[in-house]
C-alpha cells in the first residue's frame, strides 16, 4: 500500500511481474522459459567445490576470468565483454549507459529508444524507471518485427532476437542492414534465446560501433537461478557499461556465479545436446499442437507461441492451471488469443497435451 515516504517515482512505476514460481510435484512448470534439464554437471561440480570459507572476501569486481572464458569462446577481447548479474541487470545499465533520460535531453522531441509492439515486456518497466522516451513500432501482420519500421533517430533501438513473445527470428543479414542503415543509433540485441536457433551477431560487434548484444546464462544454460548474464560491444561501449556498473554496484556478479559461468562455458558437449533435446521436443510439439487445431509461430526459441483453434487463450490457460500445467497468458487486447508455452522435458510435453485434450477445447 502506498505510504507517504515514497518518492514520485515508486508512485509512478508500473513493475514488470515475472512469471508464476509454484513449486510442487504435480506441476508442469512451462510459464517462465526455464531450462527443463539441469546445468552441466561440471557446474554442479564447481558448485561442490566452492571454498565457503573464501566468501568472507569480495568477489573479482570485473569478473576476468569468466569475461575471458566468454571471449575466447566468441574469439574476441576480453575488454569487448560485460557481466552482470543476469541479463535483466545488464539491460538496466544498458538503459542507463545509452539512452538519455527525457529531462536531460535540449532537443524536443526527445531521442526516443524505439522497440517492436510485441517484445519484452521489460523495457516500458526500464524506460518508466529511468524516464527515457520510447518509441513503439508495430510488428509486421505475420508478427515479425518491421525492420523498416525503426529510424536512425540518434537514440535507440532495441529488440530481442528470437523475439519474445513470439518466437520468430530475424536474420543476420537483416540486423545487419539496419545497423547499416541506422549509424547513429545505438542497436540493442537481446540474445536470451539465441542458441535455440536464430543467427548471434555477437562476431560482429568490433565491426558495427552502434552494436550492443545481451545474452544470459538462464534459458540456453540452465542457471536462470544463478543469475548471470553477458554483454558484447566494441570497447567504448563496454567501457560505459563498465562505468555505469562501477557507480551502482562494482560487484555485479558474485563469486559462486563467476566459478558456476567458467565451468558452464567449459562443458560445450552437454550444452549442445540439452539444446538438441529442447529442439527436437520444441519440433514434436508444434506439430501436436498443430494436429489440436491450433495456430503455432515457427520457433527458434524455447517456448512457443500458440493460439488455441477457438481462440480463447483465456479459458484453456484458466483450465490449464486447474489441471496443474502453468502457461503464461497476457489479458491485453493484442495476445488475448495466445499463450506462450516454454519448452520442457517429453514427459512434461505429454502432460500439457493431456490436459489440452480432456478440456472441451479438443477438436
Ligand atoms: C529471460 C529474458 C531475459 C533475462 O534473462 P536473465 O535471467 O535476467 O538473464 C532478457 N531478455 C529476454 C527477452 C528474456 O526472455
Not at 510435484?25 to 531450462?35: A, G
Not at 537481446?190 to 565491426?207: I, R, W
Not at 546464462?217 to 553477458?230: D, E, I, N, Q, V
Request: hydrophobic letters at 40%; a negative charge; charged letters at 20%.
Amino acid at each position: 500500500m502506498a505510504n507517504k515516504f515514497w518518492s514520485e517515482l515508486t508512485h509512478r512505476l508500473t513493475p514488470y511481474v515475472p512469471g508464476e514460481q509454484r513449486h510442487g510435484d504435480k506441476i508442469v512448470k512451462l510459464n517462465t522459459n526455464e531450462n527443463p534439464y539441469p546445468p552441466s554437471p561440471r557446474v554442479l561440480e564447481a558448485l561442490a567445490a566452492v571454498d565457503g570459507g573464501a566468501l568472507r572476501r569480495y568477489p573479482d569486481p570485473e569478473s576476468v576470468r569468466l569475461r575471458t572464458a566468454l571471449a575466447d569462446q566468441h574469439a574476441l577481447d576480453v575488454a569487448n565483454v560485460f557481466v552482470g548479474n543476469g541479463s535483466d541487470e545488464i539491460l538496466g545499465l544498458a538503459f542507463m549507459a545509452f539512452f538519455t533520460a527525457k529531462s536531460a535531453q535540449s532537443t524536443s522531441p526527445p531521442a526516443s529508444l524505439q522497440y517492436p509492439e510485441l517484445s519484452y515486456s521489460f523495457y516500458p518497466v526500464y524506460c518508466e524507471l529511468l524516464d527515457i522516451e520510447s518509441c513503439v513500432r508495430p510488428l509486421r501482420d505475420d508478427f515479425s518485427i518491421d525492420m523498416d519500421a525503426f529510424e536512425d533517430n540518434g537514440g535507440g533501438i532495441i529488440f530481442p532476437n528470437p523475439n519474445a513473445p513470439t518466437s520468430l527470428a530475424q536474420s543476420a543479414q537483416s540486423i545487419e542492414a539496419l545497423l547499416i542503415r541506422v549509424p547513429n543509433t545505438l542497436v540493442l540485441v537481446d540474445e536470451a534465446y539465441v542458441d535455440f536457433g536464430a543467427q548471434s551477431m555477437v562476431k560482429l560487434v568490433n565491426k558495427y560501433p552502434n552494436l550492443v548484444v545481451s545474452q544470459t546464462f538462464s534459458k540456453s544454460r540452465s542457471l536462470a537461478g544463478m543469475r548471470l548474464g553477458a554483454a558484447y560491444a566494441n570497447n567504448q561501449l563496454i567501457e560505459a557499461l563498465t562505468r555505469v556498473k562501477n557507480s551502482f554496484n562494482s560487484y555485479p556478479v558474485d563469486a559462486v556465479a563467476q566459478q558456476a559461468g567458467i565451468a558452464s562455458i567449459s562443458d560445450e558437449a552437454y550444452y549442445q545436446q540439452t539444446l538438441m533435446k529442447v529442439i527436437r521436443t520444441r519440433a514434436e510439439t508444434k506439430l501436436a499442437l498443430e494436429a489440436r487445431g491450433f495456430r503455432v509461430l515457427d520457433s527458434a526459441a524455447n517456448f512457443l507461441f500458440v493460439s488455441p483453434a477457438d481462440k480463447n487463450a483465456c479459458a484453456l490457460y484458466e483450465h490449464l492451471n486447474r489441471q496443474g500445467v502453468l502457461v503464461r497468458f497476457w489479458s491485453s487486447a493484442s495476445l488475448a488469443q495466445w499463450l506462450r508455452i516454454s519448452i520442457g522435458t517429453d514427459e512434461e510435453m505429454q502432460a500439457l497435451l493431456k490436459a489440452i485434450d480432456e478440456a472441451e477445447y479438443a477438436i
